[in-house]
């Protein structure tokens, strides 16, 4: 989504770096006029069997605190619910979605 690629412009550490996985699907900004002089790195690539085992490392290895990005919760049983959910994100606010057995 253009706002949370916007959001991590802004919140991006000098020195740090803004992983961009996945696909947008519509035209997002970047504001090279703001970060020109914070040394950062800007990432891509798609969700792929390459990219996979970089999310469950990222966690375990505690990097990330995950619980900020979950924003939505659901049990198995309503994973429709959740995945319609994940399909309206923006009107949502939903950032991630944790299925919970």
Request: aromatic share 4%; charged share 20%.
């Amino acid at each position: 989504m253009p706002a949370t690629f916007e959001l991590c412009q802004q919140i991006v550490a000098a020195g740090g770096t803004v992983a961009n996985v996945g696909v947008h699907g519509i035209e997002v900004d970047l504001h090279l006029e703001k970060l020109w002089d914070r040394n950062v790195s800007i990432t891509t690539r798609l969700v792929d069997t390459v990219s996979t085992p970089m999310p469950p490392k990222t966690l375990c290895s505690h990097k990330l605190d995950p619980k900020p990005l979950i924003t939505h919760r659901s049990k198995l049983n309503q994973i429709l619910e959740a995945y319609e959910t994940f399909a309206q994100a923006s009107e949502m606010h939903a950032l991630k979605v944790l299925i919970e057995a």
